[in-house]
């Protein structure tokens, strides 16, 4: 699986953003899908994950209420929305794909990885 993040950005405290992953290489219909974000320096952090029908999702403390992880399986995309921005939200985001069942949130449940989208939100 070849996954391609998008959407990243500058953007205020506040507001939002909405990160795409698009797959290819194979359907991602029947896998788990997860975004992590990362701090130059800092170890890989989990941020949402997915179920392959998107029925069950997992949301870090720090993100839920404000991230909703969801996808369209017909287009083979994975989305973040993120909403209500913090400054410490800065990170560059990636999307990953699991071929286990559970919803994984350490990096080592992931199998594949995209390359990253750098999110930045200024105070």
């Known amino acids: 699986v070849q996954l391609q993040a998008s959407g990243g950005g500058l953007v205020q405290a506040g507001g939002s953003l909405r990160l795409s992953c698009a797959a290819s290489?194979?359907?991602?219909?029947?896998?788990?899908m997860g975004w992590f974000r990362q701090i130059p320096g800092t170890e890989r952090e989990f941020v949402a994950s997915?179920?392959?029908?998107?029925?069950?999702?997992k949301y870090s403390d720090s993100v839920k209420g404000r991230f909703a992880v969801s996808r369209e399986n017909a287009k083979n995309t994975v989305f973040l929305q993120m909403n209500s921005l913090k400054p410490e939200d800065t990170a560059v985001y990636y999307c990953?794909?699991?071929?286990?069942?559970?919803?994984?949130?350490?990096?080592?449940?992931?199998?594949?990885w995209g390359q990253g989208t750098l999110v930045t939100v200024s105070s």
């Open positions: 990953a794909a699991s071929t286990r069942t559970v919803l994984g949130i350490t990096r080592y449940d992931y199998d594949y």
């Open positions: 290489g194979r359907p991602i219909s029947d896998i788990v």
């Open positions: 997915i179920q392959w029908n998107g029925g069950y999702t």
